[in-house]
């Protein structure tokens, strides 16, 4: 129920909001790029297997399709948040207080030596069966970014404050591994993924782990699904500060235009919006610029979010399918 009113909302703020210059512009994509995409999806299916598997990084399927990955992290119920304490217990003991309870993000740190011989950093999209994560989704206030996590982001950059709170809970837990991971490795490049919520909060991180690790690390940032997160000086702090972002949306998915325009919401540049599905020449198109209007990106394909389509916000990216811990590769 709070998805449809959300998405009324929607419907009412598109018929409302001034008409805005933004770009048409696309370019079709190649097949070779549309694929250089699927291993980020695959790391982000991941995300929605339970800890219990991905920190022994036994999770059948959609392990498998990622062979030698070394977990240095885990944890999440996917309820109260999407990491927290029990992520704390697996990755670093001594950060964290026994006494302690509750949960956060669901996901995982690990390294990667096989597609990106990097550190991969992945956050599980919103599980629509359990109702608090879909109440997180609907907390649509904008408020500033908390300035201890992101130190010197200037007042007028915001974001939504339900994103924030279950950012701002792993955050700790997230550059903790990541630290320890780098120390494990050696490796001094990150990439980020995640779906759906997963890949709000990913987007967040995007602009918090360049904050707090070396200047000599690189980042890479592929996320699925990716709703609007911030204001117009969030999606303009984005296209300045986070380097190699690419959110792919996938035909007449509806959650990307979500939450509305009206609200003061804005996407940032570097969209690539899947047309048709497959991995040949012009399946996907690359958007130009933000809330590009073209109806091959996700906001001239989906004008009225009550006409989209549920059902392609789960995929396939490529060939990849989203929301569970089963093959990838099956919807």
């Not at 990491?83 to 995982?108: A, H, K, Q, T």
């Not at 991995?279 to 209007?293: E, K």
């Amino acid at each position: 129920m709070i998805i449809v009113g959300v998405a009324l909302l929607a419907a009412v703020a598109n018929a409302a909001v001034s008409p805005v210059s933004r770009s048409t512009m696309v370019s079709a994509m190649t097949a070779a790029e549309e694929n250089s995409y699927t291993p980020a999806a695959l790391f982000a299916h991941a995300a929605y297997c339970p800890p219990s598997l991905t920190s022994t990084w036994s999770c059948g399927a959609s392990c498998d399709a990622l062979p030698g990955f070394a977990p240095y992290g885990s944890g999440g119920d996917g309820d109260a948040t999407q990491y927290c304490e029990s992520f704390l217990y697996i990755v670093m003991p001594n950060l964290s207080d026994s006494s302690s309870s509750g949960c956060c993000s669901i996901g995982y740190v690990g390294y990667d030596p096989t597609y990106f011989q990097a550190i991969v950093v992945a956050h599980q999209g919103t599980n629509t069966s359990q109702l608090l994560a879909i109440v997180n989704d609907a907390d649509l206030l904008l408020s500033p970014l908390d300035s201890t996590l992101f130190p010197g982001i200037p007042s007028d950059v915001e974001a939504h404050s339900g994103f924030q709170a279950t950012h701002g809970r792993s955050a700790p837990g997230v550059l903790a591994a990541v630290e320890k991971a780098m120390t494990a490795t050696g490796s001094t490049k990150v990439v980020i993924t995640g779906h759906s919520l997963g890949s709000a909060i990913s987007l967040l991180d995007a602009l918090y782990l360049p904050l707090h690790l070396p200047s000599t690390t690189t980042f890479s940032t592929s996320i699925f699904g990716l709703p609007r997160v911030g204001n117009l000086a969030f999606a303009d702090w984005t296209d300045a500060r986070v380097t190699n972002l690419a959110y792919i949306t996938n035909k007449h998915d509806p959650f990307p235009n979500l939450p509305p325009k009206l609200l003061g919401f804005a996407r940032p540049s570097g969209e690539k919006h899947i047309v048709t599905t497959g991995l040949t020449d012009g399946d996907w198109y690359a958007c130009t610029g933000q809330d590009n209007t073209s109806v091959d990106c996700s906001a001239g394909a989906v004008p009225i979010v009550l006409l989209g389509d549920y059902s392609d916000h789960y995929g396939p990216y490529g060939t990849v399918y989203m929301g569970s811990c089963a093959d990838p590769y099956e919807s």
